[in-house]
């Protein structure tokens, strides 16, 4: 890949950034049945979400059959949690071959001048003259951190956009969590190891991200980001909706502040019972929330009783 | 980042709570995982950059050395001058390796990076060999970007720093070539800013000439011109006295190679896999090897090292690990010996023997009369600096910070190390 890098350079009018550009896209359109069964493998999971969380709902207490059932459904929906990662693992070492080739080829010192001239292919006389290759690009000095920072800006901001497309909306708090730390943390990391890493590199990133954007939204749509677009004045009456949710939530982790083996009146739900929304046909008549901490123990208390005389 | 990593191991150490849990199958496990399944996907890459990053250190994860400098040395009189890695500059006995005075240690202030690595004080790489001209030593820092000087007593060596060049700051670009002296002492050399400066003794500026591409090659000076190569595949031809341009001759390769000037002809080997003789004072081409692409001798990687004369044949080392053995006149290759190792190390000539060692440690003597090639030693220690001669003794420095003094008549060694400054 080195050699092809120099061969592409020398081609593009030896403009090393284009040639980043070139190259990312030509791979990255190489590997795209690839990209796209990963993305639709991520795409089905992501929608099998809810009938997960059901199932995950319905045999709380019984993993072994919690499983069984999720292999089932899985199975029924043509998706297969194999499919999200194998593409991946297969393109993984082109990727860090593409990097390594980038890094390699922005040679900045006598030793690494040396260690390249250990990777070029002899046949090919071109790849030999061609080296050093220009590295200014634009603003940057490809060999080199970006002086003025837009790098790791613009590497931030693409992961950032590219993740949220992927990051789905969870109703349980604790994968919210999960997934906004994975939504924040990508982007902040690679946009900090850009401050210091060859701004070629960080081309390379911005590139491949924008790539995996059109991906994403050729093959889903916009995703996460749709919600995004979507909050302005006219869902005023979603938003009013909705607005009960955060309520259930905030119960439920107080409740399991409380005590972590009270067990929550979602999670009593019965197979075969659909309780619809929490409170509506709760046999104690639901109704208003608890005001104190001892009124919600009393509260699990009564509905752990009468589950056991249910039994 | 700590509380990232701890979000690793906490999800790790979860999913493989999780895989005990199930022993009927690892898909079963699996399947309850692939419910985060895009989490898991992305908390893998993660892993493997996490584990790259942590393993193999910053710079390592850059896929980059470090520049560390491999200089040469001077001879003089009994004394050896030399700079080690670290950026020291010292002066030993040349016949026990007994050091002489004091190093003086050379610093730059590293800049700092964005997550750690980096910063603080480091010794100055030197990549270029020390040169002297009466009783001041001069030689170039790589990633400091001055040129420093120091008084040699005959004893021991003594920082001049105020005959640093810039006086103030730095050029803010490294010198990677040996410096150049003329007969009226002035001081040349290249820097990777492009540009080529002249200093008189004391290191102040007479002038400047931009060559607009990085220059890390050696010059060569021969009467009132200066040769000197550079990245944008160029040699030029500078008037000495005013630095103005005599002539310009265009490659087909970067020239980090010194160019050695021989009567009325300066030679040259490129990045291009060539290599050229120039007429001095027309900068026309005389000849160059190999004459066209199709020739089968033709050398299969980039000339680095300086060339050496003997007896009307250039021989000129290449990366490939072959000296070719040119005629002057005509190009025409006479020889060649291959050494099997790469050749980085300018190489030196004593009599009629050119000393010459790969990257590898392997020290070779090439008998310029009877064209045989003797094994000298082997160092087992990785070689790139230029070698440097005394009387029938070659001394290689390698890159382990070992200075090897080596007989090139009988090939009996002694070691002396420059980092802990002991002989054995």
Redesign the interface.
């Known amino acids: 890949m080195i050699n092809i890098l120099i061969v592409l350079s020398n081609v593009l009018f030896n403009n090393f950034g284009l040639t980043i550009i070139v190259l990312t896209f030509i791979i990255r359109g190489a590997m795209f049945p690839l990209t796209r069964r ?1 993305l639709k ?2 795409k089905g ?2 929608e099998l ?1 809810p009938k ?2 059901e199932l ?1 709902k319905k045999y709380a207490r019984d ?2 059959k ?3 059932e ?2 089932a459904l ?1 199975k029924e929906s043509g998706v297969s ?1 194999a499919g ?2 194998l593409p ?1 693992l297969i393109q ?1 070492p082109i990727w860090i071959a593409l ?2 080739s980038i ?2 080829v922005l ?9 390249l ?1 250990r990777h ?1 292919y ?1 046949p090919w ?1 071109v790849v ?2 061609q ?2 290759l220009e590295s200014q690009f634009l603003w940057l000095d490809l060999a080199n ?1 970006d002086p003025l920072y837009l790098m790791p800006i613009l590497v931030g901001g693409t992961m950032w956009l590219q ?1 949220k497309m ?3 909306e969870s109703a349980d708090p604790n ?1 919210q969590t ?2 906004q ?2 939504l924040w ?2 982007p902040l ?1 690679f946009g ?2 850009t ?4 701004s070629g590199l960080a081309l390379y990133w911005v590139a491949s991200n924008i790539i995996t954007i059109i991906m994403q939204y050729y093959i889903g749509g916009w995703g996460g980001l749709s919600t995004l677009f979507k909050r302005g004045p006219q869902d005023t009456s979603q938003k009013a909706q909705k607005r009960p949710a955060p309520v259930e939530t905030k119960k439920k982790e107080t409740m399991k502040a409380v005590d972590a083996d009270i067990v929550l009146p979602r999670e009593s739900t019965e197979e075969g019972t659909d309780y619809g929304t929490s409170g509506d046909k709760r046999e104690d008549g639901g109704g208003s929330y608890p005001d104190s901490i001892d009124s919600i123990k009393r509260q699990a208390r009564r509905s752990k009783s009468k589950r056991r005389k249910r039994r | ?1 700590t509380r ?1 990593l701890e ?1 690793y191991s906490h999800s790790s150490l979860q999913m493989s709570k999780n895989m005990k ?2 022993s ?1 199958g690892i ?16 908390l ?3 892993m ?1 950059l996490l584990v790259i990053l942590i393993s193999a250190g ?1 710079t390592s994860m ?7 400098g ?1 200089a040469g040395g001077i001879v003089v009189d009994d004394t050896i001058i030399v700079g080690s890695r670290g950026g020291k500059i010292m002066a030993l006995d040349a016949t026990d390796g007994s050091l002489q005075g004091d190093p003086v240690v050379l610093t730059v202030q590293l800049p700092s ?3 750690g ?2 910063g603080g004080t480091s010794g100055v790489a030197i ?1 270029s060999s020390p040169v002297m001209n009466e009783n001041l030593v001069y030689i170039g820092g ?1 990633n400091s970007g001055k040129v420093y000087a120091f008084l040699f007593d005959g004893e021991s060596l003594t920082a001049e720093s105020e005959y640093n060049f810039p006086r103030e700051g730095d050029l803010g670009a ?1 010198i ?1 070539g040996e410096l150049a002296i003329d007969q009226d002492g002035n001081v040349f050399f290249g820097c990777a800013n492009g540009t080529v400066y002249a200093l008189d003794a004391t290191l102040r500026s007479i002038w400047e000439y931009d060559t607009g591409d ?1 220059i ?1 090659s050696s010059p060569a000076i021969a009467e009132d011109t200066l040769f000197i190569g550079n ?1 944008g ?1 160029k040699l030029y031809a500078l008037n000495t006295n005013d630095g103005t341009e005599r002539w310009v001759f265009e490659t ?3 020239i ?1 190679a010194a160019p050695l000037v021989n009567e009325d002809r300066v030679y040259f080997g ?4 060539r290599f050229y003789a120039v007429d001095t004072a027309s900068g026309e081409e005389v000849w160059r090897f190999p004459s066209d ?1 199709s020739d089968e001798s033709k050398p ?3 000339f ?1 090292a300086k060339p050496l004369v003997n007896n009307g044949t250039i021989y000129a080392p290449n ?1 490939d690990g072959k000296v070719y053995a040119l005629d002057a006149e005509t190009g025409a290759l006479v020889n060649q010996f291959d050494l099997g190792g ?1 050749i ?1 190390s300018s190489p030196v000539m004593i009599g009629d023997l050119i000393i010459v060692a790969t ?1 590898e440690g392997e020290v070779y003597s090439v008998n310029t009369v009877n064209n045989e090639q003797e094994l000298l030693a082997s160092l087992d220690e990785k070689t ?1 600096a230029p070698l440097f001669a005394g009387t029938d003794t070659v001394y290689v420095h390698t890159f382990e910070d070992n200075l090897y003094a080596i007989d090139v008549q009988t090939g009996a060694s002694q070691k002396f190390s420059l980092s802990t400054d002991t002989s054995e």
């Open positions: 990963q493998a991520s999971m992501q979400q997960i969380a995950r993993r072994q919690l499983a069984q999720q292999m899985m949690p999200c990662l991946m993984m990097y390594q890094i390699r040679a900045a010192n006598p030793e690494d001048f040396l260690n001239s070029l002899t006389s030999f003259s080296v050093p951190p993740q992927v990051t789905p994968q999960q997934s730390m994975m943390m990508l990391m900090f190891f401050m210091s890493f060859p | 980042m990232y979000s849990l199930h009927s898909l079963k496990a699996m399947s309850r995982e692939v419910i985060h399944g895009r989490n898991l996907v992305l893998l890459a993660n493997v910053c850059l896929g980059r050395g470090i520049a560390q491999w990076s964005a997550f690595c980096g990549y790589y490294a990677v990085e890390w990245f595949k087909r390769g970067a980090i490129t990045f291009g896999r692409d299969k990687n980039w680095w990366m790469a980085v990257q790139q």
